[in-house]
């Protein structure tokens, strides 16, 4: 399984983004994808995955996968600067967990 994430980038305090990760190779063995952050000094944490949401970004960002182009998304709205951080896409199979290589998200105040 290959992941592809891409979208990142540099906004202003209350703005938004949205992130894609495109899934390649073995697709039919995932049974799920997410996404995580990890940010300077910090471990990496789960950011969303299913409708499984971080308390820190519930009611801000939302998860969204189209099976069609293999693709999940993640929109982050009402952004603040603790948002910021290396964001990473991952999927699980049976076997083991994959990671795309991060996307940098930085927020400004």
């Known amino acids: 399984v290959q992941l592809q994430a891409s979208g990142g980038g540099l906004v202003q305090a209350g703005g938004s983004l949205r992130l894609s990760c495109a899934a390649s190779?073995?697709?039919?063995?995932?049974?799920?994808m997410g996404w995580y952050r990890q940010a300077p000094g910090k471990q990496r944490e789960l950011v969303a995955s299913?409708?499984n949401y971080a308390d820190s970004v519930k009611g801000r960002f939302t998860i969204s996968r189209d099976n069609d182009k293999n693709t999940v998304y993640l929109q982050m709205n009402s952004l603040k600067p603790e948002d910021t951080a290396v964001y990473y896409c991952?999927?699980?199979?049976?076997?083991?967990?994959?990671w795309g290589k991060g996307t940098q998200v930085t927020v400004s105040s």
């Open positions: 190779g073995s697709i039919f063995s995932i049974d799920g």
């Open positions: 299913n409708t």
């Open positions: 991952s999927a699980i199979t049976l076997s083991r967990r994959y």
